[in-house]
């Protein structure tokens, strides 16, 4: 029953994705350089502080623009926030500011990409343990790197990002993956 299943879901995903895929490999010719796209999905926090007071996976949002420069690279610019909360009043979120130099690899309809680039991060924390009492607001600087991949359908585009953060809000260790689907256009 399970292979039915499974077999049922490839035949259609090639019904749907065929065509587009068709769509987009007669418009490969035309390199569309401007991207803007919404991002969301999971915030998976890593941060010792977090671990130790039981941080749940939170959520995370992002508005991302780019620019590529050509097929290869680019730029991208990255508006969001994210938020997570756990054990003894854990509550942190973030707006981050980000920019990111991008390295892509076009193949067809599909592109794979890294990324990696840095940010300012307007943090909120909040946390009431044994020894250790935060209630404060903070900027930060923080480094990210990140890997996806998009499929192209003429101007649409959708894709997976893996992003990982390097990140202290008021003094708590708050890393984490960042785990996202996103869908835009190409322009």
């Known amino acids: 029953m399970k292979t039915l299943r499974i077999l049922a879901l490839a035949a259609a995903a090639f019904l749907l994705l065929a065509p587009a895929a068709k769509a987009a490999q007669q418009s490969s010719q035309k390199f569309l350089p401007s991207t803007i796209t919404f991002s969301g999905g999971a915030y998976a926090p890593e941060g010792t502080d977090l671990d130790e007071n039981d941080a749940d996976t939170g959520w995370v949002g992002f508005l991302n623009t780019g620019y590529m420069t050509s097929p290869f690279w680019g730029l ?12 003894n009043g854990l509550q942190v979120s973030a707006f981050p500011i980000a920019l990111s130099l991008k390295l892509a690899l076009p193949l067809s309809f599909v592109e794979p990409y890294v990324l990696g680039g840095g ?7 909040e946390l009431e343990s044994p020894g250790l009492s935060v209630d404060d607001s903070s900027t930060e600087f923080a480094p990210h790197a990140a890997g996806g991949i998009n499929l192209n359908f003429g101007n649409f585009q959708i894709g997976a990002e893996a992003r990982y953060i390097w990140l202290d809000a008021s003094g708590l260790d708050v890393d984490g993956w960042m785990i996202m689907g996103k869908v835009g256009t190409r322009y």
């Open 119 to 125: 940010g300012v991060y307007f943090t909120q924390a």
């Open 76 to 87: 991208q610019f990255d508006l969001g926030y994210f938020e997570t909360s756990g054990a």
